[in-house]
């Protein structure tokens, strides 16, 4: 490929998608292009899409617009999740020239002769029962950050979710090379690594192209503490079930990994629970967020929630509402049930008019918001160590403590990408706290 040409990255849904996009991005400078943020000029935008909500679906149409937009005889590309699920729905949309499905995408630059806009976009995508293979990645967010994935594919036959279809079977990256690429992220200055895959608890499972586990997530994490350069490890999102008590233990006494765990929990409603699928009742998800209290009082733990599920009556939801009312929890991730085709959930009765979902998604975003503001009214005067990014929004530059507490001083330059103990004095109208440094 020639060494003028330009290619940009659009990156919908998760952590996993920025760590898979920016592997994929190190494939195209490998070929001699040249990286462009998305809103400047490119010979190729490639988007990797998301198929967890209506709303990502919706936004592809409106990101192909915009690049074309820039350039109007630019090549589009499409990968991701909704590339393999529907990738004829995405060829459709005016201006895409190639969907490439979960096998596929890794291998990109394979599929592009050259960069002329095809009369008839092309489609690549595999049976996601051949998806049994498995692809290190690793991000940048940015200079302070790197998501590394661990993980990917899921067993579990939760009746909302398509991502089952869209990843394929749970499967794990090798320990030696999670190693690997968890030393060659600290070489280049980075201070924190999050952990990110599909189930990351399941983590072991298909290792090394079988389906025992060859190792364990808590033996992972073990070996990552000892890594040399860096400076914390966060883990994403665990499920309850494989959340163990040794996990909880752990990084209770870590050098490296921080007292912030993210947990999904779904539903405050056993009965919507059972039809979910999920595989714990709540009364575990009590017992995961009393164990890390127990041993971590100051740690935040954030809570994904789902609103609107068929037979969620007003009953239920308020089952749920009182549940996560009374939970000392941090923060809540809110998630207004959408259909998805090919899943149990989408022939259930029940279904809840999207008026009621969107009021129940209100409350549990206020409520969110009040557990934050008292996690962090909790927070006041106590000390942590804040890692400082690299934007100047409006005079201030942000950070986040080890446990996960916005923070924000005056704008300098100097301390992007630096770690400072700090004392959390008082929390601003834009509820971020305001800090004192101690060092």
Not at 142 to 147: E, G, H, I, K, Q
Not at 180 to 208: F, M, Q, R, W
Not at 314 to 326: G, K, Q, R, V, W
Not at 349 to 358: K, Y
Request: charged share 25%.
């Amino acid at each position: 490929m020639s060494e003028n040409k330009k290619v940009a990255f659009y990156t919908l849904g998760c952590k996993l998608n920025f760590s898979e996009t920016s592997t994929i991005a190190r494939s195209f400078e490998n070929e001699g292009f040249d990286k462009v943020a998305f809103d400047q000029v490119a010979d190729i935008y490639v988007i990797n899409t998301c198929s967890v909500t209506d709303n990502a679906d919706k936004q592809f149409k409106q990101i192909v617009r915009k690049a074309l937009k820039t350039n109007q005889n630019a090549f589009i590309a499409a990968i991701g999740c909704y590339a393999q699920l529907k990738p004829e729905e995405l060829i459709a949309v005016d201006g895409v020239d190639l969907v490439l499905g979960a096998k596929e995408k890794f291998n990109i630059t394979q599929y592009i002769d050259d960069l002329t806009k095809l009369n008839q976009g092309q489609v690549h995508s595999c049976d996601i029962n051949e998806a049994d293979f498995y692809v290190g990645s690793y991000s940048f967010g940015d200079r302070t950050r790197a998501f590394l994935k661990v993980q990917d594919g899921c067993d579990y036959k939760c009746t909302y979710c398509t991502i089952p279809m869209a990843r394929g079977i749970s499967r794990s990256d090798t320990l030696e090379n999670v190693l690997n690429n968890a030393y060659e992220i600290s070489k280049k200055g980075i201070k924190e690594i999050v952990l990110t895959g599909v189930n990351i608890g399941d983590y072991g499972k298909g290792e090394l192209g079988n389906k025992k586990h060859e190792h364990t997530f808590l033996e992972l994490i073990k070996e990552l503490d000892k890594v040399q350069g860096i400076e914390r490890l966060r883990i994403s999102s665990i499920e309850p079930n494989l959340l163990k008590d040794e996990i909880i233990e752990f990084v209770s006494q870590s050098k490296t990994f921080v007292p912030h765990f993210h947990i999904p929990l779904q539903s405050g409603s056993n009965t919507i629970l059972r039809k979910m699928k999920r595989r714990y009742m709540r009364e575990l998800y009590v017992d995961r967020v009393a164990k890390i209290r127990q041993l971590m009082p100051d740690a935040c733990i954030g809570v994904d929630v789902i609103v609107g599920f068929p037979g969620e009556t007003d009953e239920l939801f308020l089952e749920t509402y009182h549940f996560l009312n009374e939970l000392d929890i941090s923060y809540l991730h809110v998630f207004t049930y959408s259909e998805r085709d090919n899943t149990e959930a989408i022939q259930m009765e029940g279904i809840v008019p999207h008026s009621v979902r969107a009021k129940r998604s209100r409350m549990l975003r206020g409520l969110s918001a009040k557990k934050r503001n008292a996690f962090y009214q909790s927070q006041l005067a106590t000390e942590h160590i804040a890692l400082f990014e690299g934007e100047n929004k409006k005079g201030y530059i942000h950070g986040f403590t080890e446990n996960y507490v916005k923070v924000k001083a005056t704008w300098n330059p100097e301390l992007v990408n630096t770690l400072h103990r700090v004392k959390l004095t008082r929390i601003d109208n834009d509820g971020i706290l305001r800090i004192e440094f101690l060092e």
